[in-house]
């Protein structure tokens, strides 16, 4: 690895720390974290993830034991922290089943009653599993869970979107802050879902002032998709950088053909920030659904989780289908960018590239 520019040297410092060889992380992603894209990625020298949002635990100590067992290397496990439980109002989600039932199969009356899994089982799992790091999204972890982890020696990645929530993770003991800008695909990680939105900030501001609020490293997250992107992360002051969509097409992620085709062809403004998959504001492809649900007189989707079990039909029958118009296909804003090579590849070359451009 080369080490002249201070860039570099602060990159390095931070893979050393985690036993990286390249300060490349895959980005943790729920339903597109399959092993053989999280074992090419640490074999590359950077740091597999798991999104276990969706998981039991037994399903995820089986991902880890599989992992392992293929000679996977330094990993990340990533959970949700859950916002409040959200109101009901029966009369809305019969209006969005009947909206939802034009748009796929018809939505049973029971659908909105979608379970989470047990937070706190899946945190005491991860203590169990010992990955190298925990990494949150949408809030702060439970104080008690952190002692835990500090005590089991697994570092704490914190997701924040803002300023005042990087100081806030930085308060409660984050080992590392992973600043994620608007420009990111899949779901904002504000820890109040109703400003997610109004609060989306891109990478280019809020990198350099979450870098200058907090003193431990900063990885960076949204948008990264090349080795230009990686080396003006690490110029702003990261220590790393956290791509997800950008490893979407490659033949370990083995996404659904209709989404890494929607890919190819996405435009940054082709993407949209929409609530009409799961209620929490997340970034997708602008497909038909995704325009119509945002469209004058369309019903205003519910809140996370009810809204993802409403959109569970049309989402699975489409993806069956390959019928991207329907289908949950997040996607960043430099989805375009994203190529079609192993993953390994990808992030050798986003490193290369990256240590070329600084010198
Ligand atoms: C399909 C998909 C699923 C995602 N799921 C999660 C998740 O479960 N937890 C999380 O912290 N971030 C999740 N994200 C966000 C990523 O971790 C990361 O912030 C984002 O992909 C970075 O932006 P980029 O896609 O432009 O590289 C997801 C992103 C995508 C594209």
């Given at each position: 690895m080369s080490g002249r520019h201070p860039a570099l040297l602060r990159a390095q410092a931070f893979a050393s720390r985690f036993g990286?060889?390249?300060?490349v992380l895959m980005a943790p992603m729920a339903g597109a974290s399959p092993v053989a894209l999280a074992k090419a990625v640490a074999q590359a020298g950077g740091m597999g993830a798991l999104g276990?949002?969706?998981?039991?635990p037994a399903a995820f100590e089986a991902w880890v034991t599989r992992y392992r067992a293929e000679g996977g290397g330094p990993l990340q496990i990533n959970l949700w922290v859950p916002d409040p439980p959200p109101r009901r109002d029966a009369a809305h989600e019969t209006a969005l089943r009947d909206f939802l039932g034009r748009h796929g199969p018809s939505v049973p009356a029971?659908?909105?009653d979608a379970p989470l899994q047990d937070f706190h089982a899946q945190c005491q799992a991860l203590l169990a599993v010992r990955p190298t790091a925990v990494s949150s999204i949408m809030g702060l972890l439970p104080p008690a869970f952190v002692a835990q982890l500090k005590a089991a020696g697994i570092a704490w990645f914190a997701t924040v979107t803002t300023v005042a929530e990087a100081r806030a993770a930085e308060a409660a003991g984050a080992d590392v802050i992973v600043a994620q800008g608007?420009?990111?695909?899949?779901?904002?990680?504000?820890?109040?879902?109703?400003v997610a939105r109004d609060q989306a900030v891109g990478l280019f501001a809020l990198l350099p002032q979450v870098v200058d609020a907090v003193q431990v490293p900063v990885v960076a997250t949204g948008g990264v998709a090349d080795a230009r992107g990686v080396a003006a992360a690490l110029l702003l002051g990261a220590s790393a950088v956290q791509p997800g969509t950008a490893l979407l097409?490659?033949?370990?992620?083995?996404?659904n053909p209709a989404w890494a085709q929607g890919l190819v062809a996405?435009?940054?403004?082709g993407t949209r920030l929409t609530?009409?998959?799961?209620g929490r504001w997340g970034r997708a492809l602008a497909t038909a659904y995704v325009q119509a649900a945002a469209a004058p007189g369309a019903p205003e989707p519910a809140p996370y989780p009810v809204q993802r079990g409403l959109t569970a039909a049309m989402r699975e029958t489409a993806a069956a289908a390959h019928d991207?118009?329907?289908?949950?296909a997040w996607a960043g804003?430099?989805?375009?960018?994203?190529?079609?090579?192993p993953a390994g590849e990808v992030v050798r070359g986003l490193w290369a590239g990256a240590c070329e451009l600084l010198g």
């Open positions: 990286l060889q390249i300060p276990a949002l969706l998981m039991e029971d659908a909105g608007a420009e990111a695909g899949g779901h904002r990680g504000a820890f109040e879902a109703e097409r490659t033949p370990e992620a083995a996404l996405a435009t940054p403004e609530r009409a998959f799961s991207l118009q329907h289908l949950q804003q430099a989805a375009a960018l994203a190529p079609a090579l």
